[in-house]
């Protein structure tokens, strides 16, 4: 059967340099991601020496001040540079999002002297980052988390349980949300844990149905003490810390999803393209040609949305609605374009000799990661006609 690759997604970039910077990615996604995804996702292999390039070639800290050795990149190229990483490889593309995430609670609600001292080892230092908020108890409802960081004279000491932390065990520093006064999202407040803190251990890693190569672990915290110059941001003001993080990272997500779902339809569009069957190929029937039609819309509906959304962010405009409704369409629409090009592949496409298989798979996580798409839906609610009343009796 003939290969018949096909065209990288056109993109409506901004600047000349965002240009160069997609070009450099398709480079190290081409040469480096993909050539080895199918073997290591299957040994559960993470690529740690790839994050180390990505360090060295300044793409962990895109959407961050270049002062502190970010990338001075608008969203929309950042996202659109996620998407291209997660075509190549998922494992990739979400580690590398959820390292951003894990900073972006420093970058923007640390001091000054915080920035300076952490910053540019995290952006740019080779450093590997994990966010941590769930727990084995609270998901969705993350305001009832129960892991505790008490005073103690001028440190903090923390004890507790922290679940599905993608990079448990692993990262060079966790972004730690804690008890530390009352019940409830006001009690809550955020520190910066340096990985290799005494009484800081993870888990053995999850054994998932897909993204085998990202570790995802839980992270415990036995009396771990940190400086409160580790504290991030105020006492108490940790739960809003983490859903303001959440917002840029549920796009994030979106983008990811997209590049999964555009690496789903182009093996499925090159199999149907070369595929003959009754003396024809099967992209010459009718209602293979519609199911990819719809797959290729629904894609470029999700890119849409989530570029729309990071516009609205990189304008310094409210966008937690929209990032909650890329999240919902993206990932709804990979998990939709994976099923559909392991139908289009029929039996072959249901074995590890191609690739979507693994994709079907992957596409799941992203419908429940950053807020389940059911929470995302009551965020979209929310802002459409208020908070939820609530009854009794």
Same mark, same amino acid.
């Given at each position: 059967m003939p290969d018949r690759a096909q065209p990288? +997604? %056109?993109?409506?970039?901004?600047?000349?340099?965002?240009?160069?910077?997609?070009?450099?990615?398709?480079? &190290?996604?081409? #040469?480096? &991601?993909?050539?080895? /995804?199918?073997?290591?996702?299957?040994? *559960?292999?993470f690529p740690r020496e790839i994050f180390t390039l990505l360090s060295r070639s300044g793409l962990l800290g895109l959407p961050y001040d270049?002062?502190?050795?970010?990338?001075?990149?608008?969203?929309?190229?950042?996202?659109?540079?996620?998407?291209?990483?997660?075509?190549?490889?998922? $494992?990739?593309g979400l580690g590398v999002?959820?390292?951003?995430?894990?900073?972006?609670?420093?970058?923007?609600?640390? $001091?000054?002297?915080?920035? +300076?001292?952490?910053?540019?080892?995290?952006? =740019?230092?080779?450093?590997?980052?994990?966010?941590?908020?769930?727990?084995?108890?609270? *998901?969705?409802?993350?305001?009832?988390?129960?892991?505790?960081?008490?005073?103690d004279g001028e440190d903090w000491v923390i004890d507790g349980t922290k679940a599905w932390i993608t990079h448990g065990g692993i990262a060079d520093f966790y972004t730690v949300m804690a008890r530390t006064?009352?019940?409830?999202?006001?009690? &809550?407040?955020?520190?910066?844990?340096?990985? %290799?803190?005494a009484g800081l251990s993870g888990a053995a890693p999850e054994k998932k149905m897909g993204m085998k190569g990202s570790p $995802?672990?839980?992270?415990?915290?036995? =009396?771990?003490? +940190?400086?409160?110059?580790r504290r991030l941001g105020e006492e108490g003001q940790g739960f809003a810390i983490a859903l303001s993080a959440l917002d840029s990272g549920r796009l994030g997500i979106a983008a990811c999803a997209i590049g999964l779902a555009?690496?789903?339809? %182009?093996?499925?569009?090159?199999?149907?393209?070369?595929?003959?069957?009754?003396?024809?190929?099967?992209?010459?029937?009718?209602?293979?040609?519609?199911?990819? /039609?719809? !797959?290729? $819309?629904?894609? @470029?509906?999700g890119r849409a949305l989530y570029l729309a959304a990071a516009r609205l962010r990189d304008a310094g405009r409210p966008f937690a609605k929209q990032a909650a409704m890329a999240k919902l369409h993206c990932t709804d629409t990979a998990m939709k374009a994976t099923v559909d090009a392991v139908q289009v592949l029929g039996g072959y496409g249901y074995t590890a000799?191609?690739?979507? @298989? #693994?994709? !079907? #798979? @992957?596409?799941?996580?992203?419908?429940?990661?950053? *807020?389940?798409?059911q929470i995302q839906r009551m965020v979209i609610a929310r802002h459409l006609a208020g908070p939820e009343a609530h009854r009794t009796g």
């Open positions: 990288p +997604v %056109d993109r409506q970039l901004p600047t000349d340099e965002a240009r160069d910077l997609i070009s450099l990615v398709r480079d &190290i996604a081409q #040469r480096e &991601i993909a050539p080895k /995804a199918a073997e290591e996702e299957d040994a *559960g292999h270049s002062e502190y050795g970010g990338g001075d990149q608008p969203y929309e190229v950042y996202l659109q540079v996620l998407e291209e990483l997660a075509a190549a490889r998922l $494992t990739v999002s959820v390292h951003s995430l894990s900073c972006h609670a420093l970058a923007k609600y640390g $001091t000054k002297q915080q920035q +300076v001292e952490h910053l540019p080892a995290m952006l =740019g230092g080779g450093l590997l980052g994990a966010y941590c908020l769930s727990e084995p108890a609270s *998901g969705s409802d993350a305001a009832s988390l129960r892991t505790k960081a008490v005073r006064g009352e019940e409830g999202a006001r009690g &809550i407040s955020a520190f910066l844990v340096p990985g %290799d803190a $995802t672990a839980q992270v415990h915290f036995d =009396g771990v003490r +940190v400086s409160d110059e555009q690496a789903a339809l %182009d093996e499925a569009v090159a199999y149907a393209s070369g595929r003959q069957q009754f003396g024809r190929p099967i992209s010459d029937f009718q209602g293979l040609r519609f199911m990819l /039609a719809d !797959m290729a $819309t629904q894609i @470029e509906a000799d191609f690739p979507v @298989e #693994r994709y !079907m #798979r @992957e596409a799941k996580v992203l419908q429940i990661v950053e *807020g389940t798409n």
